[in-house]
């Protein structure tokens, strides 16, 4: 099934020339469905690149997708034109009194700086309680991550010595879990952060699970079924050349491990990950769809 999209969104030229089906407002309107309603949360710069990756991964599920971009009400994106965010975003006050059956939070470059500097922190924790009674399920990503559980468990990141960024190896440590289906033992992720979250600091009692971790960068997923979240702390959403954009961005100033072939920077990328994060969007998908009430506004009662 597709996923339903401005018609002039600049994501939708790139997904048609994958294969991404794509649904206009008109021709979705003449299904006789009711389509997941998907709020994503855009805290990165680059606005349209973020938008097109987790598009992608939506799209190629098999349920139709409304996809509701929203940002932070009262931040000024310095990356991307004023007029992109006027037609296509809403800012999460003019939304706060609707309901989604599923919210995505993506990461943000302030992973240096505590939570409570960040200048729209505030706006944030009250967009996650808010979560709690507007929406069926949540999907973190990175710095979002990093910031949900720090709120809903007082959980505190750790700043690396040097930036985690590659491809590393992890273990799925859940394998019956309904968000690990048919993922290997062992599968390749994207991690590229500046901080991590450690698995010594998760309180005990709450119910947290660790899903999939890696011997050399830590934790990555975690299931939070008490606040029907996933706190994904790495980034299965990435494009091939994601990693190669920030290696020549940040100046060469570090070599992103097991990604360039030969660790030679003018080699392409072999995409090793593609498949993983398809698994991983559809089984959220799939489980919001399996378990989200029928009437929208059933959501946060139930």
């Known amino acids: 099934m597709p996923i339903r999209i401005a018609d002039n ?10 294969g991404v089906i794509v649904m206009g407002e008109t021709e979705a309107a003449r299904q ?11 805290l990165m710069p680059d606005k349209i690149t973020t938008e097109t990756q987790i598009a992608r991964l939506l799209g190629a599920t098999a349920l139709q997708v409304e996809l509701e971009l929203v940002r932070i009400s009262d931040h000024v994106s310095k990356n991307t034109s004023a007029g992109h965010i006027s037609e296509f975003y809403r800012p999460w006050a003019e939304v706060a009194g609707e309901k989604y059956d599923g919210l995505i939070v993506t990461g ?19 967009i996650f309680d808010w979560s709690q009674g507007n929406v069926h399920r949540t999907l ?16 505190d990141k750790h700043a690396l010595a040097a930036k985690a960024s ?19 033992d062992v599968f390749d992720v994207p991690v590229s952060r500046w901080s991590e979250i450690r698995r010594e600091d998760l309180p005990e009692g709450r119910g947290l699970q660790v899903l999939a971790e890696s011997d050399e960068t830590g934790l990555c997923l975690i299931d939070d079924p008490a606040h029907n979240a996933l706190h994904m702390f790495n980034h299965l959403e990435y494009d091939t050349l994601t990693l190669a954009g920030e290696y020549a961005r940040d100046e060469a100033g570090y070599l992103p491990k097991n990604y360039f072939p030969g660790d ?10 593609r498949g993983n994060g398809h ?17 929208l506004g059933d959501i946060g009662q139930l």
């Open 279 to 295: 698994l991983l969007f559809g089984n959220w998908i799939n489980e919001t769809y399996q378990t989200t009430p029928y009437e």
């Open 166 to 184: 590659g491809v590393f190896r992890h273990h799925n440590r859940a394998p019956a879990s309904p968000w690990m289906r048919g993922l290997p």
């Open 108 to 126: 943000a470059p302030v992973e240096t700086m505590p939570f409570a500097e960040v200048t729209y922190w505030d706006e944030l924790r009250r």
């Open 140 to 155: 973190a990503v990175c710095w979002g991550a990093m910031a949900a559980l720090h709120h809903f468990h007082g959980v």
């Open 32 to 42: 006789d469905i009711r389509p997941m309603r998907i709020a994503l949360l855009n």
């Open 9 to 18: 969104l600049p994501a939708r030229r790139t997904l048609e020339a994958e």
């Open 264 to 273: 030679d920077p003018q080699a392409q990328p072999v995409n090793s990950w």
